[in-house]
């Protein structure tokens, strides 16, 4: 997935592309409206992340001619601009979320996350894939190489955000807050638990591994080379 940040500022736009690059995406800087918004309408970017002060032109005159020239590409407004009257702006320039500075990335990256898959279309997704590897989600059910496999409940929603976030290192406490859906002591061995076991169902009796572990960092699940 490529995302554009518009930012003006190297320093966040280095801490957001490097957030974004480790969580899988690939990014692209532009450090100035102009240049944004002549990358945003010339290539296929599949979102952007505009700050509304920039130099050149501004984030919202931005958005708005883009906007004007048929682009619909979801566009995260991130700003210091914070009060209602603000947000509302920007949401009714055209932008479809606004995030006011400072953020804590996890939340970017969950409204990253919600933008792509409203812009998907189609519906929700019922299958999904990795490899050999199928999940089926309506009757809850998972193969490898044609072969059934059976999970527990757990181990099922670990697998599953495993697989919605192929190639992406999914860290420990990604996993403790979307499976669980509360917070445990991040030193719990309580996910290293359950990847062992789910490792061992879907990857024991084949040649090549899926899920691997990215040390010091959390665990991937990505198609064989």
């Given at each position: 997935m490529?995302?554009?940040?518009v930012?003006d ?18 990014p ?25 002060m ?5 984030g ?5 001619t883009?906007?004007?020239?048929g682009?619909e ?8 601009m914070g009060s ?14 606004y ?13 990253i ?7 998907g ?9 990795v ?9 809850r059910?998972?193969?490898r ?20 976030n192929t ?30 076991r789910?490792?061992?169902k ?16 959390g ?7």
């Open positions: 490529r995302v554009l940040i930012e500022d190297e320093e966040t736009a280095g801490y957001i592309a490097k957030g974004l690059k480790e969580s899988g995406y690939r692209t800087v532009a450090t100035d409206g102009k240049e944004g918004l002549l990358m945003a309408a010339s290539e296929d970017f599949d979102l952007a992340i505009v700050d509304r920039l130099p050149g032109l501004d919202l005159s931005l958005v708005e883009l906007r004007g020239t682009k590409l979801p566009i995260l407004f991130l700003s210091a209602v009257e603000e947000r509302v702006k920007g949401l009714r320039g055209g932008a479809d979320d995030l006011v500075k400072p953020f804590a990335f996890s939340e970017l990256l969950a409204r996350e919600v933008l792509l898959r409203r812009g279309g189609g519906g929700a997704e019922t299958n999904l894939r490899g050999d590897l199928e999940m089926d989600l309506l009757s059910s998972v193969r190489g044609g072969k059934p496999i059976d999970l527990q409940p757990r181990e099922f929603k670990i697998l599953e955000y495993l697989m919605r190639g992406r290192v999914v860290t420990r406490v990604m996993l403790l807050e979307n499976v669980w859906d509360y917070h445990f002591d991040p030193q719990t061995n309580v996910v290293d638990v359950h990847i062992s789910l490792r061992q879907i990857d024991r009796d084949f040649d090549k591994p899926l899920l691997h572990t990215v040390r010091g960092a665990y991937r699940l990505r198609e064989p080379d």
